[in-house]
């Protein structure tokens, strides 16, 4: 499994008037491939494997590629309006590159939070492991995000904008050797997963691996259950010209 850490201790996440929500404990917990917690490795994307591959940490699409090969990952998105409770919860919606025999990732992301029932937005960049934060960086239910990550052995370069807005943060940094893409909603890490909040569906569009249509690599569907193996997120099928795929909340 593949933590990525937050390093910002004094800053916290505005929610509302009064609402903070505490950064240094939290963390995306990545994606599907190389046996990360309960997931299966780029095998999965075999023939015989199943449709839907259950997955405790991810509901999204995950392409092998070659080992070391130039691989960049993009999606698109727009920002669910989430019904909370009083119950922390959180996914991480984005697209990103498995790195270095999957030990590593390079990741664009939003963390999407409900915390003492109200929701938070927080973009985030991760370069092989390596994690900035945004809580400045104003998202709100409705805006379009933009999300992207580029690996090559000699540099890495992410990069969330958001398209209603017109902001964006990039960062780039040392290369890596690829292990998989993918694109879809990864779980929250805070002391332990964080449950599901309950977003509604969520559309990825957009979706490119190397600059050609997800579904042109031939990638592994997966959907997120929790350890009694009760559906917390569903995936949908890819869309007809392959580049759009929903997910859609079950449960918590």
Request: include cysteine.
């Amino acid at each position: 499994m593949v933590l990525a850490r937050f390093r910002m201790p004094a800053l916290a996440v505005t929610i509302g008037a009064a609402v903070t929500v505490p950064l240094l404990s939290l963390a995306p917990a990545q994606a599907a491939a190389g046996g990360n917690v309960g997931g299966r490795g780029p095998a999965s994307a075999r023939a015989s494997a199943p449709s839907v591959i259950n997955n405790t940490v991810f509901a999204g699409y995950q392409a092998s590629v070659a080992a070391g090969s130039p691989t960049s990952s993009a999606a698109q998105f727009k920002v669910p309006r989430l019904s909370c409770t009083s119950a922390f919860r959180g996914i991480t919606p984005g697209a990103g590159v498995q790195v270095n025999a999957f030990r590593s990732v390079s990741f664009a992301f939003v963390f999407v939070l409900c915390h003492s029932g109200r929701a938070a937005y927080v973009p985030a960049l991760v370069i092989n492991g390596n994690e900035v934060n945004y809580p400045r960086m104003a998202v709100r239910a409705g805006n379009v995000i933009k999300v992207s990550a580029k690996v090559t052995t000699t540099g890495t370069t992410v990069q969330v904008t958001n398209v209603t807005t017109g902001v964006t943060r990039k960062r780039t940094g040392p290369g890596a050797r690829s292990s998989d893409a993918f694109a879809g909603d990864n779980a929250v890490d805070s002391n332990g997963v964080l449950g599901v909040p309950s977003f509604g569906t969520l559309t990825f569009t957009h979706c490119l691996i190397d600059g050609r249509a997800l579904a042109r690599s031939h990638p592994a569907r997966y959907q997120r259950v929790n350890s009694r193996h009760v559906v917390q997120i569903a995936t949908g099928a890819l869309s007809s010209g392959g580049t759009a795929f929903p997910t859609s909340y079950k449960h918590f």
